[in-house]
């Protein structure tokens, strides 16, 4: 606050003083010989004046000045009254009152999205357990009249795969909930993940090169598969056509043990990304050039997998060339592993 516009903002009381004054200084001057006492009646009036509004300016601006410190240092700005200590004036109690009104409506609105949310979650949680149950009848019967196939077990494969993502992005406001960070061995994790896209690679007559896995690190192995899944799942879209040997494929997931941290490589020979979008691929619904021509995107996949690995302490980063293929890479702290051992 400055002092010139919090005197213009009490402009009544200028008035006042300006009434007061002039009505004083044409009295005195009906006396004989009042020179001295209206400069002095000038004087003293005028320094009381400036003296007292000064004085309530500074401290109106003390108060402010504490309620913006509180506020920037809270990380919930909601819960700023309880925060609130200094209540000098009547003025400052209507205000922590208002202050209290707004963090008693806010909370009561934030648990009623709080429990919406919920609620909208349980049931996706809980159409997505329904739908698998179809979804595996249709495989079955598509298993034992393979010739009836037609293609129609892909789509299955596609269909239960977006399921499954959408279950993973319910959940993911709330992984908490569903997590548990044990010791996971990458060979046998990133095998299940294989398992479960082998039909896919096999029509692809994709090579693997599946080598230095033997590490253990501290994740959620369901959350951990699904994530390699996603990666993976990008590798199948954005493959190039197959070569002369009818390869369409090449896949290469590897370990490395570094000082700091254990690193998962998922490396592929695909189409590549633009250099001006590789800043975006983490962003919710980006699904760039490649995504827009030909291959089927939804810009969810690594979105979620950046989400789920800010919420496990993993680190997740993506290097690509345009043609020439492209590398995610999961980071593992050390430090993190730590203090799961130690808790």
């Known amino acids: ?42 004087l003293a009036l005028t320094g009381c004046f400036f003296a007292g509004t000064y004085y309530e300016y500074r401290r109106a601006n003390a108060y402010f000045r504490e309620v913006q410190d509180t506020m920037a240092a809270l990380a919930d700005k909601y819960l700023f009254y309880e925060m609130i200590e200094r209540e000098e ?24 999205l709080k429990r919406n949310s919920a609620e909208y979650r349980d049931f996706v949680e809980t159409w997505v357990h329904e739908i698998k149950v179809p979804i595996a009848v249709i495989k079955m019967i598509l298993a034992n009249h393979k010739e009836a196939d037609f293609g129609i077990s892909g789509e299955v494969d596609r269909i239960e795969k977006y399921v499954e993502q959408a279950l993973f992005y319910a959940r993911s406001s709330a992984v908490s909930k569903d997590y548990l960070v044990s010791a996971t061995n990458l060979q046998r994790t ?20 599946l080598h230095d896995l033997e590490q253990e690190v501290y994740s959620d192995g369901k959350w951990l598969q699904f994530m390699i899944g996603q990666v993976i799942d990008n590798s199948i879209k954005y493959s190039r056509p197959k070569d002369e040997n009818g390869c369409g494929l090449v896949l290469e997931i590897f370990a490395t043990n570094t000082e700091n941290a254990i690193q998962l490589h ?10 001006n979008e590789l800043d975006r691929v983490f962003d919710k619904g980006f ?22 690995c800010a919420k496990l302490e993993h680190g997740i980063s993506l290097t690509s060339k345009e043609g020439e293929g492209t590398e995610v890479i999961f980071v593992f702290p050390k430090s993190s592993m730590t203090k799961v051992v130690e808790s």
Not at 21 to 37: W, Y
Not at 89 to 112: A, G, M, P, S, W
Not at 270 to 275: E, Q, R, T, W, Y
């Open 1 to 42: 606050m400055k002092y010139g516009r919090w005197l213009k903002d009490h402009g009544i009381w200028a008035l006042l003083y300006l009434f007061s004054l002039g009505s004083i200084e044409i009295f005195l001057m009906t006396l004989p010989n009042s020179r001295f006492l209206m400069g002095y009646t000038f």
């Open 89 to 112: 004036t009547q003025e400052e109690e209507k205000i922590k009152d208002l202050f209290y009104q707004v963090e008693t409506d806010t909370i009561t609105r934030l648990e009623e």
């Open 190 to 209: 990133v095998e299940q993940v294989i398992l479960a896209h082998k039909r896919q690679l096999r029509e692809m007559n994709a090579r693997m090169n």
């Open 266 to 275: 998922v490396r592929d020979n695909g189409v590549g990304i633009k250099a």
């Open 287 to 308: 699904t760039g050039q490649n995504g827009r021509s030909g291959a089927k995107s939804t810009g969810i996949g690594l979105y979620l997998c950046k989400k789920l």
